[in-house]
């Protein structure tokens, strides 16, 4: 199956290395480009893609706002959004993952990592490295956008979840994959993504960054806890 992926960056330079790359692959296919976040929300719509590689900073609607109006979009619910950064801790991270992103990459990211990276967010998965996953602990703990925006919640909703739901939860917010989790718990990876997923469900959010955000909302994990 050809994945369909939308370039959204003000920069014509840094969509067409994009481009470039991405077609190298045979199951990627670049089905549009868009130099700011009005256009990228229109071609999402027009293409229906899959997977939008999304700048935050961009004239006009950024990429935040963007973001927002795919994910709320039921017509959308399928695409994904990958986050475009300068720097993995970006002061604006934490809130494009409660927009609704699926995870975020830094502009250098190794050619191969961002392929990697589109195919994990194309079949259902966040990208939440365990580096990313440090910035939004430093966001929580330095940055004061970030914890204006990090609203704290009332920990008594994470009652539906059961103890090992809990548990794969708070793994996961430390950056931990699922294949890292399973070791740790001495369960199989199948295992571990369906206690995620059932957490994912019960507690109403779209995905694992919004799971690990929550955790940290929560008080489930702790910015100061190892």
Excluded: C, W
């Excluded at 130099?35 to 719509?45: K, L, Q």
């Excluded at 027009?46 to 706002?65: C, F, K, N, T």
């Excluded at 369960?187 to 929550?214: E, F, G, I, P, W």
Aim: glycine content about 6%; aromatic content about 4%; charged content about 25%.
């Amino acid at each position: 199956m050809t994945i369909r992926i939308v370039l959204a960056d003000d920069q014509a330079l840094i969509r067409a290395g994009f481009r470039a790359l991405i077609e190298s692959e045979d199951d990627l296919e670049v089905v549009g480009e868009a130099a700011d976040g009005e256009a990228a929300v229109d071609i999402v719509r027009s293409s229906r893609a899959d997977v939008v590689l999304m700048d935050i900073r961009m004239p006009g609607i950024d990429g935040l706002e963007a973001t927002r109006r795919i994910t709320s979009d039921s017509d959308l619910a399928g695409v994904k959004v990958v986050i475009l950064t300068t720097f993995e801790l970006d002061e604006y991270v934490l809130e494009a993952i409660r927009a609704g992103a699926s995870g975020f990459v830094g502009k250098g990211i190794e050619p191969s990592e961002l392929i990697t990276a589109i195919r994990v967010v194309a079949a259902g998965d966040a990208l939440l490295s365990p580096r990313a996953t440090q910035a939004l602990l430093a966001a929580f703990t330095t940055s004061p956008a970030a914890s204006s925006a990090a609203t704290f919640v009332s920990p008594k909703i994470l009652d539906v979840l059961t103890n090992r739901e809990r548990e794969v939860m708070a793994l996961a917010a430390r950056g931990l994959t699922n294949d890292e989790i399973a070791e740790r718990l001495y369960l199989s990876t199948l295992t571990v993504k369906t206690h995620a997923n059932r957490a994912m469900m019960k507690l109403d959010v779209r995905d694992r960054a919004q799971l690990v955000v929550l955790a940290y909302q929560t008080g489930l994990m702790r910015p100061d806890q190892p």
